[in-house]
């Protein structure tokens, strides 16, 4: 496929495609509640009371702008200079509260009443009930029941938020059931509903509207960096799930020269082991096996364990202008550690991807500047690492 590199930076065509990629394949009854959604967003996003709003919920509730930190231990141990956007800064611990606040204002201007959300790790399901519990709407959380398990204090803070929790028992119990277990829901209750979903996937105008309401992250970060280093870093890394912290940094960076870098785990690395084909609404990077059947993933962070990608993201691969890198579990254990022990900030386990792939390209990586987007904050995983370090003796 030939594409122009510049072509990476445009919005998705009409019908929400970019290049091969996006689409909104969706039952009939779901199609008027996209199309409204589409207008809805474009519209508001148009307005200047509703930026204005969301700014100021952004900087007044959520906490921004993050800051950018320079890690000098880690840069003198790894031979390149480590720079984090600290999205573990904002309220709600992640990155996922700059899509939610966005997405729960915009329900709130349709007169949709209830938030319907899946969750992987909890971080998105706990903002978007923080986001409910601040508008008075109503909230109800999709969750695989193994992450019900392995993310307890996820579950804990949703419920004390006001939200039910609703556990996926179905196919592998984790973050692609949940999904459908949402989408079903949302088919349901479309007229009272709005289905926030969390990362940068499903049909149009999703992948484009979660996509916008992360740019801000992008752009503070290019100008916090331009502003330390007086130019752009060589290199910007991020963890992939569905991929919307990933794209809210590159987008910030895209038109500069700096490489760009997603990390998927090695048991759920879409762009890495996946063909193109159909789910939860849109086509893009997907495992499967030779009868087209969706693969399980399998990543020790529940919100990395997808095995699809959101379709900017495949589109970013197939015309070069990112790479697509993955690491398995083993090395993102030792540099959730590392990164603890060196800097005093405990990370969460996804963004620990992001590291343990600048940990082990130290050689290759001599002498740049690095910028890791430091997704979240690791508290939500502090207690599947004792269990597992415990288990091995190491604790
Ligand atoms: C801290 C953190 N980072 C990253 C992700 C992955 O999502 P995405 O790829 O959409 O950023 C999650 C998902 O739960 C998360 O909690």
């Known amino acids: 496929m030939e594409l122009n590199e510049?072509?990476?930076l445009k919005?998705?065509?009409?019908?929400g495609r970019f290049g091969d990629f996006g689409g909104r394949f969706v039952p009939e009854t779901l199609m008027p509640a996209c199309l409204e959604l589409e207008e809805a967003f474009n519209e508001s996003w148009a307005d200047p009371s509703f930026r204005k709003e969301l700014d100021d919920l952004l900087a007044d509730y959520a906490g921004r702008p993050s800051p950018l930190t320079d890690c000098p231990n880690l840069s003198e141990l790894l031979g390149c200079r480590v720079l984090l956007k600290r999205e573990d800064l904002n309220h709600t611990g992640s990155h996922?509260?700059?899509?939610?606040?966005?997405q729960a204002l915009l329900a709130q201007r349709m007169g949709k009443t209830r938030l319907v959300a899946?969750?992987?790790a909890g971080q998105h399901g706990v903002a978007t009930a923080t986001a409910a519990a601040l508008l008075g709407m109503e909230c109800c959380v999709y969750m695989g029941e193994v992450d019900v398990e392995r993310q307890k204090l996820n579950v804990f803070r949703m419920r004390l938020l006001g939200a039910e929790?609703?556990?996926?028992l179905s196919g592998s119990r984790t973050l692609k059931d949940a999904i459908n277990e949402a989408m079903r829901d949302w088919v349901a209750t479309v007229e009272e509903s709005h289905y926030c979903l969390g990362s940068v996937m499903g049909p149009h105008p999703y992948p484009w509207m979660v996509r916008t309401f992360h740019e801000v992250l992008g752009s503070e970060a290019r100008s916090q960096c331009e502003e330390r280093l007086g130019t752009t870093p060589d290199v910007v890394v991020a963890c992939?799930?569905?991929?919307s912290n990933a794209i809210g940094i590159f987008s910030g960076f895209a038109d500069s020269p700096a490489e760009l870098v997603g990390v998927e785990p090695a048991?759920?690395?879409a762009v890495g082991r996946g063909v193109p084909g159909v789910v939860h609404g849109s086509r893009s990077f997907l495992m499967q096996d030779e009868f087209g059947q969706v693969l399980e993933a399998e990543s020790i962070s529940a919100g990395l364990d997808y095995p699809g990608v959101g379709p900017e993201h495949s589109f970013l691969a197939a015309s070069g202008r990112a790479r697509y890198e993955s690491v398995n579990d083993a090395e993102v254990v030792e540099a959730f550690q590392l990164l603890s022990r060196l800097e005093g900030i405990i990370p969460a386990l996804e963004p620990a991807h992001a590291l343990a792939w600048v940990s082990r390209e130290r050689a290759s990586l001599a002498g740049k500047t690095v910028l890791i987007n430091l997704s979240g904050r690791g508290d939500k995983d502090v207690d599947q690492i004792l269990q597992?370090?415990?288990?091995?003796?190491r604790a």
């Open 96 to 102: 996922k509260i700059n899509n939610v606040l966005g």
């Open 267 to 269: 048991g759920g690395a």
């Open 6 to 8: 510049n072509e990476a």
């Open 165 to 168: 929790v609703r556990t996926a």
């Open 388 to 393: 597992l370090l415990e288990k091995e003796g």
């Open 240 to 243: 992939v799930g569905g991929g």
């Open 118 to 120: 899946e969750t992987g």
């Open 11 to 15: 919005a998705p065509d009409a019908s």
